[in-house]
């Protein structure tokens, strides 16, 4: 039996440092084994809208760490179409994509 884990935060910046710029191994597979639902939606926050967007450098990341388990996914996108491409197609088992 396979425990739904969900990661909300309220910004790439938390998400960031969680894991130490994404450069923490332990941490980015442990997340990556782990997390199937990833929700950084603005909405939740009021603090600086800079922080809230995904930039693609970031979405790379995020691609990289999240690709292989999370199947719901929200983030606020600074380009939508070249970037949810991206998304789709490198994120198999993404049945859910919210881009702000």
């Known amino acids: 039996m396979m425990i739904e884990v969900y990661l909300i935060t309220h910004s ?3 998400l960031k440092l969680l894991n130490a710029n994404w450069s ?3 941490i980015c597979n442990m997340l990556s084994n782990n997390i199937q639902k990833l929700n950084m939606d603005p909405r939740r926050d009021a603090y600086s809208a800079s922080q809230h ?3 693609l450098k970031d ?3 995020i691609i990289h760490v999240f690709g292989a388990n999370c199947e719901h996914l929200t ?4 380009s939508h179409h070249t970037i949810e491409n991206l998304v789709l197609t490198f994120m198999q088992k993404l049945s859910s994509l919210s881009a702000n």
Do not use: R, S
């Open 24 to 26: 923490h191994l332990v």
């Open 59 to 61: 979405l790379e990341n």
């Open 12 to 14: 790439i910046y938390t």
């Open 75 to 78: 983030l606020c996108l600074e």
């Open 53 to 55: 967007y995904v930039k």
